[in-house]
């Protein structure tokens, strides 16, 4: 059984910067692929951005430039590095590996950003 806990998310106004965190039960370098999502009030659930265990990256269109997905070395945490802020960047953003062939997600954390 996997857990994963999101960490750094909140209230920050447009142009700024967070950095979400993602901690596991299991070594994030045991799966073979982590990402994170989100989803805002009255949409789906979209890709944010994807990392695979080889250190392929792919991002939204509407994040490419502006966020950055990296795990750390020790393999603890997955974060995601998220400047240019927009409003609507606003959503419930999640982290989510692939454990035993079937996806596993964290409970989310909000990121709100104010015009």
């Known amino acids: 059984q996997v857990q994963l806990v999101e960490s750094g998310g909140g209230l920050v106004q447009a142009g700024g910067s967070l950095r979400l965190s993602c901690a596991s039960s299991?070594?994030?370098?045991?799966?073979?692929?982590m990402a994170w999502y989100r989803q805002a009030p009255g949409k789906e659930r979209e890709l944010v951005a994807r990392l695979s265990a080889g250190g392929h990256t792919d991002y939204g269109d509407s994040v490419k430039g502006r966020f950055t997905v990296s795990r750390d070395r020790a393999g603890k945490s997955l974060n995601l590095q998220m400047s240019g802020l927009k409003p609507e960047d606003t959503a419930v953003y999640y982290c989510?590996?692939?454990?035993?062939?079937?996806?596993?997600w964290g409970q989310g954390i909000q990121v709100t950003v104010s015009s």
């Open positions: 299991r070594n994030f370098g045991s799966f073979p692929h």
């Open positions: 989510t590996v692939v454990y035993g062939n079937s996806p596993v």
